[in-house]
């Protein structure tokens, strides 16, 4: 009889370390994106009339809430930090757009400050938080 040792599984973010889809997006790449979706919110902001108005909204209405949250849990592999970031920010857009809709306040202005401020209030409260865990003596971390 013959037994079958079993391997055990190297974890996602073991397996993605080395792989090109693993790393970061080159900074070009990513300073383009970041102009793309200022673009959108300032379009926006500053009324309709350009042929690619709806495409940098959209742009910006997925990357305010989602590049916060994928920036909250940069602990995470890139596809469940991806994953869950898609789902925060359409998690956002719907509460948002539900609670101006219920106000009576919808408009595409208004949807994009709610948005773009859910988004800052998210990095804020991220920034907050690494703070204070950096202040906080070591003796008080253990446990």
């Known amino acids: 009889m013959q037994t079958i ?4 599984s190297p974890s ?3 397996r993605h370390r080395g792989s090109p889809g693993g ?3 080159t900074p070009v790449l990513a300073t383009a994106w970041c102009a793309a979706v200022a673009a959108g919110a300032l379009l926006t902001l500053s009324g309709p009339g350009a042929p690619w108005h709806s495409a ?9 809430p989602g590049g916060a949250v994928a920036l909250a849990l940069a602990g995470l ?13 359409l998690a956002v857009n719907t509460l948002v757009a539900q609670a101006l809709l219920m106000l009576g306040a919808w ?3 208004t949807g994009v400050v709610a948005v773009g401020a859910a ?6 409260w991220l920034l907050a938080g690494r703070l204070v865990r950096r ?3 070591a003796r008080e971390r253990v446990g």
């Open 135 to 137: 202040r906080r003596p």
């Open 77 to 89: 592999d890139p596809w469940s930090r991806a994953v869950a970031a898609l789902g925060a920010a």
């Open 12 to 14: 996602l973010t073991e």
């Open 23 to 25: 790393e970061a997006p």
């Open 119 to 124: 988004g800052w209030l998210v990095l804020t």
């Open 5 to 8: 040792g079993m391997k055990q």
């Open 107 to 109: 408009s595409a202005r």
């Open 56 to 64: 940098l909204t959209f742009a910006f209405l997925a990357a305010a």
